[in-house]
Nanobody
Framework: VQLQASGGGLVQNGGSLRLSCVWS????????IGWFRQAPGKERERVSC????????YYADSVKGRFTISRDNAKKTFYLQMNTLKPEDTARYYC????????????????WGQGTLVTVSS
């Protein structure tokens, strides 16, 4: 089972990017999914996630109102739309999934993508 992230790149302050993550396993609908990021010298942080059952979404305070997470289970793909990007959003972004029906911001993720680099210039 693999997760393949894409969509990163270099963007100017205030710009937008959409990250995508393709799931190669079975029935993405059963999985909580999330996006994480890690900037140089910093710990990995959860950016956003979606529950598997009720589709409730969660966002880190730093990205609320700017980022939107979504999923298309039929396409086995989930997304992170990032608007009004800031230099502090610069990081490697990782997609993740876990077979868990609990709240996505409380579970441990056991499937990880390779990461895609987002760089926001000032």
């Amino acid at each position: 089972v693999q997760l393949q992230a894409s969509g990163g790149g270099l963007v100017q302050n205030g710009g937008s990017l959409r990250l995508s993550c393709v799931w190669s396993g079975f029935n993405l609908a059963d999985y909580a999914i999330g996006w994480f990021r890690q900037a140089p010298g910093k710990e990995r942080e959860r950016v956003s996630c979606i529950n598997s059952l009720d589709q409730t979404t969660y966002y880190a305070d730093s990205v609320k109102g700017r980022f939107t997470i979504s999923r298309d289970n039929a396409k086995k793909t989930f997304y992170l739309q990032m608007n009004t990007l800031k230099p502090e959003d610069t990081a490697r972004y990782y997609c993740a999934a876990t077979l868990d029906y609990r709240s996505c911001n409380t579970v441990n993720y056991n499937h990880w993508g390779q990461g895609t680099l987002v760089t926001v210039s000032s």
